[in-house]
């Protein structure tokens, strides 16, 4: 199984930015996939969740009203799209699902 994020950057407050996920080695389509972060010397916190056909998502708390998950099957690709960004989403996004993990991209607003 291999997960690779892309899109990650420097951007101001307020801006956006938008993530990707290539999946491959596995049945992408039968699969919930998630997005997970982790600040700088903080813990791994939860971020986004979607269902394998896409009709389900859930958001932490944090990022509800301004993050959207999404993904395209046909593509093995999932996504979150970032907007109204704040120095507190600076972190290393994972993309995963439940239990491969990538490599993470960094994000960081300043």
């Known amino acids: 199984v291999q997960l690779v994020e892309s899109g990650g950057g420097l951007v101001q407050p307020g801006e956006s930015l938008r993530l990707s996920c290539l999946a491959s080695?596995?049945?992408?389509?039968?699969?919930?996939m998630s997005w997970a972060r982790q600040a700088p010397g903080k813990e791994v916190e939860w971020v986004s969740t979607i269902s394998s056909d896409g009709s389900n998502t859930y958001y932490a708390e944090s990022v509800k009203g301004r993050f959207t998950i999404s993904r395209d099957n046909a593509k093995n690709t999932m996504y979150l799209q970032m907007n109204s960004l704040k120095s507190e989403d600076t972190a290393l996004y994972y993309c995963c699902t439940f239990k491969d993990w990538g490599q993470g991209t960094q994000v960081t607003v300043s």
């Open positions: 080695g596995i049945t992408f389509s039968r699969h919930d």
